[in-house]
């Protein structure tokens, strides 16, 4: 059983320039939410995605986007980098929504914008 | 909404000694509380949780935690510290309704000294 992959490692982009980071969820898991993460803080909620639909949003602007796959795997697009983005991006899958089952997280993509 | 509080951003300890990671949350419903490990460079990874029943709940590497209702607390202790403990500790809570994301404090940063 593998667990939850996250791509790349490390990132660094200017300021209003886009990314794409990629997450493999756990073997068996249909549910992945991301998490950002910046210098000195706890992860802050950004959405979760449930059978390739979006079920739950943070507090991030529109230019915070997702998706997810068929094979459950899933993308977090960001528009118009600010030097604020800059932080680690941390992907959880999970199987189901139901609120007692664990989120397995992955090691996070590093994102710096300069 | 939900809130987490993590009192100390930082806890140097020197081995072997007694440690507490104290840890208050805010919430108008039920929620269920978790305790993360964060070693540098990686993700987050699940130490223990309190879902229901007993109050005290414990880790496979020693810790141990205790709900706290008329507190709002989940305290993290350990008798006796290792080097290989070092690391980042966030509390959080999942509430028991809407997208059952987590709320994450902002970490404590365990530092144990030889």
């Known amino acids: 059983e593998t667990g939850v992959t996250q791509s790349p490692t490390h990132l660094i982009k200017t300021r209003g320039q886009q990314v794409t980071l990629r997450c493999s969820s756990q073997?068996?898991?249909?549910?992945v939410s991301w998490y950002q993460q910046a210098l000195g803080q706890g992860p802050q909620f950004i959405f979760q995605y449930y059978r390739e639909e979006e079920n739950g949003r943070g507090n991030f602007p529109p230019r915070f986007s997702g998706l997810q796959f068929p094979n459950y795997s899933s993308e977090l697009n960001v528009n118009a980098l600010e030097l604020d983005d800059s932080a680690l991006y941390l992907c959880?899958?999970?199987?189901?929504?139901?609120?007692?089952?664990?989120?397995?997280f992955g090691q996070g993509t590093r994102l710096t914008v300069v | 909404a939900q809130s987490v509080t993590q009192l100390d951003s930082q806890v140097p300890v020197f081995e072997e000694a007694p440690v507490e990671l104290r840890c208050n949350y805010s919430?108008?419903?039920?929620?269920?509380l978790f305790w993360y490990v964060q070693y540098p460079n990686q993700g987050l990874q699940l130490l223990l949780k309190?879902?229901?029943?007993?109050?005290l709940v414990e880790s496979i590497n020693g810790f141990e935690a205790e709900f706290n209702k008329s507190q709002t607390s989940f305290h993290l202790r350990k008798p006796s510290v290792h080097i290989s403990d070092t690391a980042e500790y966030f509390c959080?809570?999942?509430?028991?309704?809407?997208?059952?994301?987590?709320?994450f404090g902002t970490g404590t940063r365990l530092k144990v000294l030889a």
């Open positions: 073997s068996g898991h249909n549910t």
């Open positions: 919430s108008s419903v039920s929620v269920y």
């Open positions: 959080a809570v999942r509430s028991l309704s809407g997208t059952y994301k987590y709320i």
């Open positions: 959880a899958s999970s199987s189901g929504t139901a609120v007692n089952t664990e989120a397995f």
């Open positions: 309190y879902l229901s029943g007993s109050t």
